[in-house]
């Protein structure tokens, strides 16, 4: 399908086992695959999968390595540390992270990679578990344009939405701003339900209305018809504590670029009184709660 000959993934949480299945299912070459959690690597195991027992194996055996981990941090620390990555990755390697990362860290990773002759491209997801599993994310490549091109017909595997975003760092940034819109939305929408509930109007008919008309958007359809209405709020969806983090990396983008963000800012008031609550383990609409009520 491609031009690499067997496939390394790191990284089988909720995103990373569909991703990765879709790989095993889809990419026509072996891919090898390293977790801690035993659950997911016998799962995919019995998909077909070949199982590392480190990283350090892993990498020996594959020309291409997928992450799919919870945050920039993590994939900083899986690099540097004894028998990681930047040790035991070699000169024609390729490395993508799928992960959500900040652009600095993105960046200075892979000058970091190029410096050992291994090519870097950060490709962040969007969209949701359920899009994972039926393989129609959208992801955004921050890559040199002949390695977007090697890498496109893999991504296709779990990705109906692909696009060049331009060089090492730009798929983060448009990642992080598309989960900045996303979270400014939902709060949008919480407000407007409680001012419509309590000014007479049914929340149902509310939403069902503003999706027949200009306020439509993917955050009222998913997260306020799916989530709001019925307080569905579930763990092991994207939580408060994951939402916050990402909202930090585009505060730290706006920072960087001299603008305020005072929306961005007032977000993030939420999502740290949803953790004080008790609530940062819950899908992040959870803080539709809190609307309404002191600070």
């Known amino acids: 399908m491609a031009s690499f000959s067997r496939i390394g993934f790191i990284g089988l949480g909720v995103m990373g086992e569909p991703i990765c299945r879709n790989l095993v299912r889809?990419?026509?070459?072996?891919?090898?695959?390293?977790?801690?959690?035993?659950?997911?690597?016998?799962?995919?195991?019995?998909?077909?999968?070949?199982?590392?027992?480190?990283?350090?194996?892993?990498?020996?055996?594959?020309?291409?390595?997928?992450?799919?981990?919870?945050?920039?941090?993590?994939?900083?620390?899986?690099?540097?540390q004894p028998e990681g990555l930047l040790a035991s990755m070699r000169a024609g390697q390729v490395l993508v992270d799928l992960s959500t990362s900040s652009v600095d860290t993105t960046r200075t990773l892979a000058a970091a990679f190029a410096q050992k002759g291994?090519?870097?491209?950060?490709?962040?997801?969007?969209?949701?578990?359920?899009?994972?599993?039926?393989?129609?994310?959208?992801?955004?490549?921050?890559?040199?344009?002949?390695?977007?091109?090697?890498?496109?017909?893999?991504?296709?595997?779990?990705?109906?939405?692909?696009?060049?975003?331009?060089?090492?760092?730009?798929?983060?940034?448009?990642?992080?701003?598309?989960?900045?819109?996303?979270?400014?939305?939902?709060?949008?929408?919480?407000?407007?339900?409680?001012?419509?509930?309590?000014?007479?109007?049914?929340?149902?008919?509310?939403?069902?209305?503003?999706?027949?008309?200009?306020a439509d958007s993917f955050a009222l359809r998913s997260h306020g018809m799916k989530s709001m209405l019925p307080g569905d709020f579930p763990q092991r969806a994207f939580s408060v504590r994951y939402a916050r983090k990402d909202l930090g990396y585009a505060m730290q983008l706006a920072q960087a670029a001299g603008i305020e963000a005072s929306?961005?800012?007032?977000?993030?008031?939420?999502?740290?009184?949803?953790?004080?609550?008790g609530l940062g383990d819950l899908y992040h609409p959870v803080i539709s709660q809190l609307v309404g009520k002191p600070s």
């Open 118 to 214: 291994v090519a870097f491209a950060d490709a962040p997801l969007a969209r949701t578990r359920a899009a994972a599993e039926a393989g129609t994310l959208s992801v955004m490549v921050g890559a040199q344009p002949e390695l977007f091109e090697r890498l496109r017909p893999l991504i296709a595997s779990f990705a109906t939405e692909i696009t060049l975003c331009g060089g090492v760092g730009c798929g983060q940034v448009v990642k992080i701003l598309n989960n900045l819109v996303l979270f400014e939305t939902v709060l949008a929408l919480a407000e407007a339900k409680l001012i419509g509930e309590r000014a007479g109007v049914d929340p149902t008919l509310l939403f069902d209305t503003l999706s027949k008309g200009s």
């Open 26 to 80: 889809k990419a026509g070459v072996p891919v090898t695959v390293f977790d801690m959690q035993s659950e997911p690597l016998a799962r995919l195991a019995a998909e077909g999968a070949q199982l590392a027992v480190s990283m350090a194996e892993l990498v020996s055996s594959v020309d291409i390595v997928f992450l799919c981990l919870p945050s920039g941090e993590i994939v900083h620390q899986i690099a540097h």
């Open 263 to 277: 929306t961005a800012k007032t977000v993030n008031d939420f999502y740290d009184r949803a953790i004080e609550a």
